[in-house]
């Protein structure tokens, strides 16, 4: 019998049966290794939310102090313009005795892409390890949930209400309405959905808790911020 010089004796290539067998194990693989730079991604990007907020808060505090005025911290409910979307933008205002209201002295300052404040007060919070070591972390005030704790007011050009924490000049803070020493701020992987004047909130796993969030607490008596993650 004549071979081919090219033959050796063993079989070359691949049947098509193994070659759809490694391209499902490799789909496996890359849908697993998704998911887990997704779920670092989210956790980042809570991390990040919470530390920005917690930031501001305390420049809020030290201006109220530096100022001597009122100064309040505020996260963006409404707007009608739309120009500043809901639950993710937040800004400082400070009170002018002149004209009798509060005027913004800070830029808007947009939250990581796909988080949010929770506008209710967050049960799950109650369930996590931090809540489970100190109870007491997760008991306070919920200033996006308290109708006193809101203000209108205008911002380019349009209305917008605002949900704020107050900071005076000796730099304690405070709540109209807030009857505990603690307020609290959780920020959540989500979206908002505006429609007219109705905002919405949708989890980043519709009809599901968030399982990871990023608590801030603020202490009344002194003004200072702590973050706090599950």
Not at 22 to 31: E, N, Q, S, T, Y
Not at 84 to 105: D, N, T
Not at 145 to 153: D, G, L, V
């Amino acid at each position: 019998m004549i071979r081919h010089p090219s033959y050796n004796g063993c079989r070359s290539g691949f049947t098509l049966l193994e070659v759809l067998a490694v391209m499902v194990i490799l789909a496996l693989l890359l849908g697993i290794t998704l998911s887990a730079v997704n779920g670092l991604t989210g956790a980042h990007a809570l991390s990040v939310a919470g530390r920005q907020v917690s930031n501001l808060m305390t420049v809020a505090r030290s201006e109220a102090l530096a100022r001597h005025k009122l100064v309040r911290f505020t996260v963006a409910t409404e707007n009608s313009s739309g120009n500043i979307k809901p639950y993710c933008r937040i800004s400082l205002w400070e009170w002018h005795a002149e004209s009798e209201s509060f005027v913004q002295f800070s830029e808007w300052e947009s939250l990581p892409e796909g988080i949010v404040f929770d506008p209710e007060w967050p049960g799950y919070i109650n369930n996590s390890s931090y809540a489970a070591r100190e109870p007491s972390l997760v008991r306070g005030d919920y200033p996006l949930a308290m109708p006193e704790a809101h203000f209108q007011a205008e911002a380019a050009g349009s209305p917008i209400k605002l949900a704020f924490i107050e900071f005076l000049p000796s730099g304690i803070a405070r709540l109209p309405g807030g009857a505990q020493r603690q307020l609290l701020l959780v920020l959540c992987e989500g979206s908002v959905e505006t429609t007219g004047d109705n905002v919405s909130i949708t989890y980043q796993n519709p009809g599901q808790a968030p399982a990871n969030w990023a608590q801030v607490t603020i202490d009344t008596l002194t003004g200072r911020s702590r973050l706090h993650r599950p």
